[in-house]
Nanobody
């Protein structure tokens, strides 16, 4: 099994910044694409940003130019730098990773427990 643990959420004023971190641990053979999703109350979970092991990134239109995703493959970590935060960014943010535990294992979709980000004055 692979465990994902997020950190770095909190309360911030509009225009402020936060940096989310996610650490993967457990029996890890290979981690493929990693990403950050968010879910606001009453809304569906949506992709915020994704990154593959080679470093290519993708962003939701709503966060382009404000958020930056990065990863440290040696430490099995993924980060989300969030600048220019807006009240509409308020949500629970979830870390996601596609990983396999052995060379023969199938790729499994893993999720963290989520971290709350609240943007409010």
């Amino acid at each position: 099994q692979v465990q994902l643990v997020e950190s770095g959420g909190g309360l911030v004023q509009p225009g402020g910044s936060l940096r989310l971190s996610c650490a993967a641990s457990g029996r890890i053979f290979h981690i493929g694409p990693m990403g950050w999703y968010r879910q606001a109350p009453g809304k569906q979970r949506e992709l915020v940003a994704g990154i593959i092991s080679g470093g290519t990134t993708d962003y939701a239109d709503s966060v382009k130019g404000r958020f930056t995703i990065s990863r440290d493959n040696a430490k099995n970590m993924v980060f989300l730098q969030m600048n220019g935060l807006k009240p509409e960014d308020t949500a629970v943010y979830y870390c996601n990773a596609l990983a396999r535990t052995t060379a023969e294992a199938t790729i499994v979709d893993y999720w963290g427990q989520g971290t709350q980000v609240t943007v409010s004055s």
